[in-house]
């Protein structure tokens, strides 16, 4: 196994991982606004799930988010 190859395509996954997510919550909480579910100013509860079935791991991250 090459480490400095599975460093470059982890970082590689997590930064489409990181983009990908940022413009799904940025649309979902733009959608809310404007359908009246949120009012602009909650501060939402989330949580990402990282799982490898053929590592068996999964591992969750739970945060939050501040519309204001």
């Known amino acids: 196994m090459n ?11 997590l930064k ?3 983009i990908a997510s940022q ?10 606004v404007e359908a009246g579910i949120l009012e602009g100013s909650e ?6 799930t990282l799982e490898a ?3 068996g791991i999964r591992h969750t991250i739970e945060g939050s988010i501040a519309l204001e």
């Open 3 to 13: 480490e400095d190859a599975l460093n470059l395509e982890v970082r590689k996954f």
């Open 16 to 18: 489409t991982v990181g």
């Open 23 to 32: 413009r799904e919550l940025e649309h979902a909480v733009l959608k809310a």
């Open 43 to 48: 501060t939402l509860a989330v949580a990402m």
């Open 53 to 55: 079935p053929a590592l």
